[in-house]
């Protein structure tokens, strides 16, 4: 059995990184999705070890002393890490693991492992951007200008991805992405 791929993609908040990922695991059976620790708090809805890992700042501070993250950054005031046992069992049983990750965490993704593939997805504007993130309702306005403020310093470095998708549609994103994958399987 072959090892499976390792694909991150980051993007500012708000760019629908959730939305096309979930799409394109319904198309693509062999993708999971690798679940990240993090020290925010739950938005409404999400669950514990399903969306995140939700861990106190002292619980991911241990987790980094004994070196159980690939990656780790903190992002808006919060810490953000992909633990590396789960992810590295997925890998081994042949099945593509796509982690959803800032920039900084991309940037030590591809230190680590620099066979993963890396893709930014960008959104069609700024002011589009801003529209999406007021209207989703899950931020204060202070966040949301936070948000904005980090969303143009990592569009800056979008280059440095192997791939960049800008999300003006979710299907054609969807579609766009899943042809990145296959090109870089040789599928």
Known sequence: MSKGKLIVISAPSGCGKSTVV?????????LKFSISATTRAPRIGEVDGKDYFFVSREKFMEMVERDEFLEHAIYVDNCYGTPRKALDEMLDKGLDVILDIDVQGAFQIREKRPDALMVFLMPPSFDD???R???RGKDSLEVI???LIAAQEECRVADKFDY???NDDVD???RE???????????
């Open 22 to 30: 979930h799409a394109l695991m319904d198309i693509r059976p062999n």
């Open 129 to 131: 951007l801003e529209k």
């Open 133 to 135: 993130l007021i209207l």
């Open 145 to 147: 200008k936070n948000r």
């Open 164 to 166: 960049v998708i800008v």
């Open 172 to 174: 054609r994103a969807v």
């Open 177 to 187: 992405f899943s042809s990145i994958i296959d090109k870089e399987k040789n599928i």
